[in-house]
């Protein structure tokens, strides 16, 4: 039966290999969406932007509570 059906659904092997690697990209954004250092550096740079004159005090602001949200949002115990 094993063989039956990998013959079977040989044509969909392509279809298989795109969603497998499709995971593994939503994999890969989401340990770097959480990862601790990245999120420190987006906050650094969107600090750098402030005093660059790139970045209103709200903008800042409000960019460094999404980030300083999507890090805890990751931590054990954290919101989902």
């Known amino acids: 039966?094993?063989?039956l059906t990998g013959v079977l659904t040989l044509p969909l092997a392509p279809v298989?290999?795109?969603m497998w690697l499709?995971?593994?990209l939503e994999e890969e954004a989401r340990r770097q969406w959480?990862?601790?250092?990245v999120?420190?550096?987006e906050i650094a740079a969107a600090d750098a932007a402030y005093e660059a004159g790139d970045l209103s005090a709200e903008?800042?602001?409000r960019?460094?509570?999404e980030l300083v949200a999507r890090l805890l949002a990751h931590q054990p115990g954290g919101a989902p």
């Open 39 to 41: 999120v420190r550096k």
């Open 1 to 3: 039966m094993g063989l």
């Open 22 to 24: 499709g995971q593994k």
């Open 16 to 18: 298989r290999g795109v």
């Open 63 to 65: 960019i460094q509570d």
């Open 34 to 37: 959480s990862d601790p250092a």
């Open 59 to 61: 903008e800042r602001d």
